[in-house]
């Protein structure tokens, strides 16, 4: 019995001094990191993480010096290692949607930043952020929607894409930054514009499925590769994708 009390007593005192000693390695690499010297922080921040992998302010840290590396997928990696230690850690929270946004992963960011603001409504950080988010996808759709003009290609699906203006992304994109304090005709309005981009997406999926199960395109496939087909199919899925996105954005009935 003296044996075990003596073996657990250091194991205590071993972790209480790795913990410090992390600590340390924390604070300097705050230090670091207020200088701009960002390769020797990550170094402090990577000793840090191994003396105690539980500190979810050192992996938050870590996560926002490997985006100003240059590292966003590692960036998202420390975030959601801190989340899986507290889902409610709401520096995590930012900081997974700040990753996430710098992978170019704008809709999804979008979401964070708004579940984040919704917590902490005076977080600069997440008004910011929803800002950004909603600017980045509105010039992703507009460079969409203008490539395909300006390609000036035929046929259905290029029809039916086309049909979704940049005018109609503008107002869904523009209604996602309007005030709650909207009047009852103005909600209307927003609803019905996500609806026809929902609808866009719906006539370019269905057109993409009636492809896929053409006969005439089956034995195209089987007598070349799949590359067409696995392309088909990958486009079908991104559009199920963003009608999601679009309908979790719709005001409720």
């Known amino acids: 019995m003296g044996d075990q009390k003596r073996q657990r007593s250091e194991s205590v005192i071993k972790l209480l001094n790795q913990r410090k000693e992390s600590k340390l390695w924390y604070e300097e690499a705050n230090s670091h990191i207020k200088s701009g010297n960002w390769e020797k922080a990550l170094h402090s921040y990577n000793r840090a993480v191994e003396l105690n992998p539980t500190e979810k302010n050192a992996l938050v840290a870590r996560s926002k010096c490997y985006i100003l590396l240059g590292q966003p997928k590692k960036a998202l990696e420390d975030a959601e290692s801190a989340l899986q230690i507290d889902k409610t850690f709401i520096k995590a929270v930012y900081q997974k949607a700040e990753a996430l946004y710098f992978l170019g992963d704008f809709e999804l960011a979008l979401m964070y930043y708004h579940r984040g603001l919704h917590v902490r409504p005076d977080h600069e950080g997440f008004k910011l952020g929803v800002q950004k988010a909603q600017n980045a996808i509105e010039n992703a759709l507009g460079n969409f929607s203008s490539g395909l003009r300006s390609k000036g290609t ?22 996602c930054s309007k005030s709650s304090h ?72």
């Open 154 to 175: 035929s046929g259905k699906s290029t029809a039916r894409a086309t049909t979704i203006t940049t005018k109609e992304e503008e107002k869904v994109e523009g209604s």
């Open 182 to 253: 909207r009047s009852a005709a103005t909600a209307s309005t927003r609803k019905s514009s996500k609806n026809r981009l929902i609808k866009g997406l719906e006539a370019d999926k269905e057109y993409l499925s009636n492809l896929l199960n053409n006969p005439d395109i089956k034995c195209k496939f089987k007598e070349n590769n799949s590359d067409i087909e696995t392309c088909i199919k990958e486009t079908v899925e991104y559009l199920n994708e963003r009608q999601e996105f679009w309908r979790q954005q719709l005001p409720p009935s």
